[in-house]
């Protein structure tokens, strides 16, 4: 992705979808997460293997949201979008020069890879 890139980002934890708006074309990538769902940890009472399964957890999210970040580049513009917590953990890790380009972050429902696109090219008012 180059500096004249418009991008949007539709993320849950389970996947993110990033959308590229550059010279008139517009293309979409998913990227898949590899971090399990999160249900109540079922462990000993003395917490150690609690404590082990969130580090793990958590050192899972890290490395996906490093990756889409990664595949983001440097763009002219980045709206981040979803339905849960992972777009302002997404938003927390971006970092100072990439967090001055957020022009948008919104909560949104589920959404299909078509619905996605369009919601991007709509943000962006690209004709295509």
Not at 49 to 61: A, I, M, P, S
Request: proline content about 4%; glycine content about 10%; some cysteine.
């Amino acid at each position: 992705m180059n500096p004249t890139d418009k991008i949007g980002v539709w993320i849950d934890h389970k996947k993110a979808v990033i959308v590229c708006a550059t010279a008139g074309r517009v293309t979409a990538t998913t990227l898949a997460s590899e971090v399990g769902s999160h249900p109540r940890f079922a462990g000993h009472e003395d917490g150690g293997g609690e404590k082990k399964y969130e580090h793990r957890h958590t050192e899972h999210l890290d490395h996906y949201y490093d990756e889409v970040i990664r595949q983001l580049g440097e763009p002219a513009a980045l709206m981040i979008f979803g339905p849960g917590e992972a777009k302002l953990e997404l938003q927390a890790r971006l970092g100072r020069t990439l967090l001055e380009h957020v022009v948008s972050l919104e909560t949104t429902d589920k959404m299909t890879d078509p619905q996605i696109v369009a919601k991007v090219k709509g943000h962006y008012r690209i004709d295509s």
